[in-house]
């Protein structure tokens, strides 16, 4: 296989620090399933998308766990990986529940308000914590930020390239 794109993959956590002397890697993971992800194999880390063997993915307590790679065997070693965003290859993710989608395959989405009218394609999701916020851009028009909440966002619908809002009065202050 040639080396995968940033296209390819997907960002499923961050290694926050060595952990003991043998190379163990403590990770932040980002996933709904980190159950799913114990069974890796192989991840890739960094901007290069450094593909790494994963010899054991294991939880050490409530949102913290352990990641071990065959080929760092030293805490120096494991020093150097701090701070690496860890990926994995996007058809190796978890099946997605029929309401669930990856941030980005929001971007390009066309938005459109219930009653028809487009209100533009979504250029940035900003995640906040609380709730995402799409960056949609509009013709002539300053940028809107619509907040990813139930009682704005009706529909996702990734496949026919749609998102639909309520009103542009809940969105757009007049």
């Known amino acids: 296989m040639t080396s995968p794109t940033l296209d390819d993959v997907l960002l499923i956590g961050r290694i926050t620090a060595p952990f003991g002397v043998r190379g163990d890697l403590k990770v932040s993971l980002i996933s709904t399933r980190p159950d799913y992800l114990v069974k890796l194999k192989q991840v890739f880390l960094g901007d290069q998308l450094q593909p790494y063997a994963v010899s054991r993915l294991h939880e050490h307590k409530a949102s913290v766990y352990i990641l071990r790679l065959p080929a760092v065997t030293t805490r120096d070693q494991a020093e150097e990986l701090r701070g690496t965003e860890i990926y994995i ?28 009218a487009e209100v533009g394609k979504v250029a940035e999701v900003i995640e906040t914590g609380a709730n995402d916020v799409l960056v949609v ?13 139930r009682a704005i966002v009706q529909k996702v619908d990734v496949a026919a390239g749609l998102i639909e809002v309520t009103s542009l009065a809940d969105i757009i202050p007049q």
Request: charged share 20%; net charge negative; proline share 7%.
């Open 89 to 116: 290859l996007a058809n190796q993710a978890a099946p997605l529940d029929a309401d669930e989608y990856f941030i980005h395959d929001l971007i390009g989405l066309t938005v459109r308000v219930q009653d028809g």
């Open 137 to 149: 851009r509009q013709v002539g028009q300053p940028e809107v930020l619509i907040p990813m909440v």
